[in-house]
């Protein structure tokens, strides 16, 4: 089924879980599967939320290209507070003292260490 998909061009498709009952609201039993192609990236970093120091607003990803390090862009959505402070002290812990910030290059976002 999911090649048929990805034939027609079309970003994938809505199941539901068989040992669940149908709920017309988001709920865990649905499940999106994706055709899209796919890209392994790696956090690169952070940068802090607006107006909260020492929790995380946005992680900083990248992917690897033939041996360099490329930035893909940046998630940012998806978590409260209490995450957000939880992603902080994780990034921290595994080496990303300090948040990054942005800088304008050739028209594209990139990270830059504060100075």
């Known amino acids: 089924m999911l090649e048929s998909v990805r034939a027609l061009g079309l970003e994938g498709?809505?199941?539901k879980r068989i040992d669940a009952p149908y709920v017309s609201s988001r709920s865990d039993t649905w499940l999106k599967l994706k055709c899209k192609q796919q890209?392994?990236?790696v956090v690169c970093g952070f940068v802090d939320r607006a107006g909260a120091v020492g929790e995380v607003g946005a992680?900083?990803?990248g992917y690897h290209d033939h041996g360099?390090?490329?930035y893909a862009g940046n998630v940012g959505?998806?978590?409260d507070?209490?995450?957000a402070a939880d992603l902080h002290q994780r990034a921290v812990a595994v080496g990303l003292a300090r948040p990054?910030?942005?800088r304008a290059s050739t028209g594209?976002?990139?990270p830059q260490r504060p100075r």
């Open 100 to 102: 990054l910030r942005w």
């Open 59 to 61: 992680l900083l990803l």
């Open 39 to 41: 890209q392994e990236l």
């Open 108 to 110: 594209a976002a990139a």
């Open 81 to 83: 507070a209490a995450a």
């Open 77 to 79: 959505t998806g978590w």
């Open 13 to 15: 498709v809505i199941a």
């Open 68 to 70: 360099k390090l490329e």
